[in-house]
């Protein structure tokens, strides 16, 4: 698991720091013994959602057969529950699966 911290709140802002800092450490776990690695993801407004999925998508796809998903959300029970499942579902990879938030009850993108 790779956490994702510190990201600016404009979406285009957050892209650029997120391929900057985070894309080099995940593709340095991948390169490396991880078979699957899941990034997690701040909740964000809406407008982060496009170039989250198209960092994940394309990240999985470099790094195939390993597999690459994105947690999205604030709720420590529900990202524990997702990454639990993501650890029993082989074929998932490349996905962006928001959780819903204690604090606010939407969805996190």
Do not use: C
């Amino acid at each position: 698991m790779l956490r994702i911290e510190g990201l600016p709140p404009s979406a285009l802002d957050a892209a650029a720091a997120f391929h900057a800092g985070y894309l080099p450490q995940a593709r340095a776990l991948l390169g490396g013994e991880v078979e699957a690695l899941a990034l997690v993801f701040p909740e964000a407004s809406r407008d982060h959602a496009g170039w989250r999925r198209a960092a994940v998508a394309d990240l999985a796809r470099a790094a195939a057969p390993k597999r690459v998903n994105a947690i999205a959300g604030e709720d420590p029970a529900a990202i524990e529950e997702t990454l639990a499942w993501l650890a029993q579902a082989p074929g998932v990879t490349g996905q962006l699966l928001p959780v819903n938030s204690a604090q606010t009850g939407n969805p996190a993108i």
